[in-house]
């Protein structure tokens, strides 16, 4: 399967507890991208990267969010201190820039559960 | 405030008949528009997309319609099958503003009946 993986595909955890999640991007694409999703929302944007620069986060994204894509390749999105509304499904999504037109692919998704 | 509006969450349509989802937005800089198709445990599927400078763009089954003095577009699934039943999502980005991220609507579930 050559689409978007993430891992773990879920996570609980217990508040103040830190969780990482990786994401694997389709092979070629140089955009990547994280968002979370709760329950009867969409997708809401948090950060993306090109390549391995990181070049917008959201206002969503407070301190305890950090994300990185060290080598251009995947990219794994840490939470600090969970909370309980840090309980959502995150979604990575990746996508290639072809004549100026972009299409996203997402992975499956990491629910987190905070305790 | 929701930049991108789905207003009806949920829609019923008999197997074979047209499905419509509908979707609304207020940022005019939006350029490129998106629906997604997600079931249940999965992440979101890419539908079919269009640009700003078209009105209309057609897949197989799946017809986007854009009317940018109204600012909304719609999704035409025709004829309706039972494995359509899912959640739909529109997405807009604002491309020639150098904005790539995309903004969501919050969903409209389809169910096909058979």
């Known amino acids: 399967d050559t689409g978007v993986s993430q891992n773990p595909r879920h996570k609980i955890t217990k508040r103040g507890q830190n969780v990482t999640f990786r994401c694997d991007p389709i092979?070629?694409?140089?955009?990547l991208y994280w968002y979370r999703q709760t329950l009867g929302q969409g997708p809401e944007f948090l950060t993306y990267?090109?390549?391995?620069?990181?070049?917008?986060k959201s206002r969503l994204l407070s301190d305890r969010f950090s994300a990185e894509r060290p080598k251009g390749s995947f990219s794994t999105l840490e939470i600090q201190r969970t909370e309980q509304g840090d309980s959502a499904m995150y979604l990575c999504?990746?996508?290639?820039?072809?004549?100026?037109?972009?299409?996203?692919?997402f992975g499956p998704g990491t629910r987190l559960l905070v305790l | 405030d929701q930049q991108v509006k789905q207003n009806s969450p949920s829609l019923s349509v008999q197997e074979g008949r047209i499905s419509i989802l509908n979707c609304d937005y207020t940022?005019?800089?939006?350029?490129?528009f998106l629906w997604y198709k997600k079931y249940p445990a999965e992440g979101p599927t890419f539908l079919i997309s269009?640009?700003?400078?078209?009105d209309k763009n057609e897949d197989g089954r799946f017809t986007v319609f854009l009317n940018k003095s109204a600012k909304h577009l719609s999704l035409h699934i025709v004829p309706s099958q039972p494995g359509d039943s899912a959640v739909y999502f529109c997405a807009a980005s604002a491309v020639s503003s150098g904005t790539y991220k995309y903004i969501f609507g919050t969903g409209t579930r389809l169910k096909v009946l058979a």
């Open positions: 990267f090109q390549n391995e620069a990181q070049l917008e």
């Open positions: 940022n005019s800089m939006f350029d490129y």
């Open positions: 999504a990746s996508s290639l820039v072809v004549a100026g037109k972009e299409t996203q692919y």
């Open positions: 269009i640009s700003s400078i078209k």
């Open positions: 092979s070629e694409h140089n955009r």
